[in-house]
């Protein structure tokens, strides 16, 4: 177990994503909050730290990111092992504008440098509000690459915080340029002031996309594609991953399909957590068939402490073990606080 706490003017340490170097070592990197308050627009880099011994310890910490002179912030990063051996990163960078763009860069000398930053999201034509949180994006067996972003759009005459729609993007020349999907999912139900927030993706072995959903709704909602992300089944629950408003991951490991998530959302008989936000406790499903079915029985604690909150979490297998990234409260009156990084064995899931 390593933790890595929010101190002084560090106020929040969170949203992080690893890597495995080509000489094995293990980078992780997260976004470290240097400012007086932890919002999402406040001050932030994006900070590494390295094992070289599968997880069990952590050094070498180096800044890997800063924001531009115009930029607010910039969070949530996702690593991916491009198709040529690049290692790229995403990350978001909040404009003065209250708009988005979803950065992206990548290595070929294992995270030393990095080639100029490129937005993504520029193929969505005009500058929004959009959110792409940590650990998300994936590559599909035809080496597409391809992900989720949630549009809050800013132009919605929306007084409050806009409801969230899905957008899907993708890559087929390993970064070269980015292109839309032809389908967007909105949220279906006019009651719900959140929509759709932070999309997740996994595919399962006979190629079917899986994207899952945070709500506000009591569960984390589905739709699937078997075209490679270009069409989308009509959202719906899933009532086995009750939920809170939180975001969910699920990975392969081995095999076995892991999902990460807070099991149990808020509701009338719950003694009201605002610190948390219902984020507490934190489970792992494990599934035997690639994702189809997940039970009961196969429910794992990761954190069943009531008085701490849990969030965000981050992956990676080993050849038998992986290690799971997500903010813990370290018993503050907010979740969004430190960073937990803990190791699971194979044996203590299969």
Not at 152 to 181: A, Q, R, V
Not at 281 to 291: E, F, I, M, R
């Amino acid at each position: 177990m390593h933790f890595i706490p929010a101190e002084g003017n560090n106020t929040r340490n969170g949203e992080g994503s690893f890597i495995r170097l080509k000489n094995g070592v293990i980078m992780f990197a997260y976004t470290e909050f240097i400012d007086d308050n932890r919002e999402d627009e406040a001050n932030a880099q994006i900070t590494a730290f390295y094992s070289y011994d599968d997880g069990e310890t952590w050094k070498d910490k180096r800044i890997l990111f800063q924001k531009s002179p115009d930029s607010v912030n910039i969070m949530c990063l996702s690593f991916l092992r491009m198709s040529n051996g690049d290692i790229g990163a995403f990350y978001l960078e909040k404009n003065p504008d209250e708009t988005d763009s979803l950065v992206f860069t990548r290595s070929a000398d294992e995270g030393v440098t990095w080639s100029e930053p490129v937005n993504t999201l520029s193929c969505l034509g005009k500058q929004d509000y959009y959110v792409l949180n940590n650990d998300r994006v994936i590559k599909l067996q035809d080496g597409r690459i391809l992900f989720a972003v949630a549009r809050h759009s800013i132009y919605s005459g929306c007084n409050d915080f806009p409801p969230g729609e899905i957008c899907f993007l993708y890559s087929d020349d390993d970064g070269k340029s980015w292109h839309k999907t032809n389908t967007e999912l909105p949220c279906p139900f006019k009651n719900n002031p959140l929509g759709f927030q932070e999309p997740g993706l996994f595919q399962m072995n006979d190629g079917t996309i899986w994207c899952y959903i945070r709500t506000g709704l009591g569960f984390q909602f589905q739709s699937f594609s078997k075209d490679f992300g270009e069409t989308w089944s009509d959202p719906e629950p899933n009532t086995f991953f009750s939920s809170p408003a939180s975001p969910m991951l699920v990975k392969n490991f081995k095999d076995l399909t892991i999902a990460v998530f807070n099991p149990v959302p808020e509701h009338i008989l719950r003694e009201d957590d605002e610190e948390f936000w219902g984020r507490t406790p934190y489970t792992l499903a494990v599934s035997y068939d690639n994702g189809k079915t997940f039970k009961k029985e196969n429910l794992y604690f990761i954190e069943d402490d009531l008085n701490n909150g849990y969030c965000y979490p981050a992956i990676i297998p080993g050849d038998n073990y992986i290690l799971v990234a997500y903010y813990h409260s370290n018993n503050t009156d907010c979740c969004l606080n430190s960073t937990k990084i803990i190791k699971i064995m194979y044996d203590e899931i299969a």
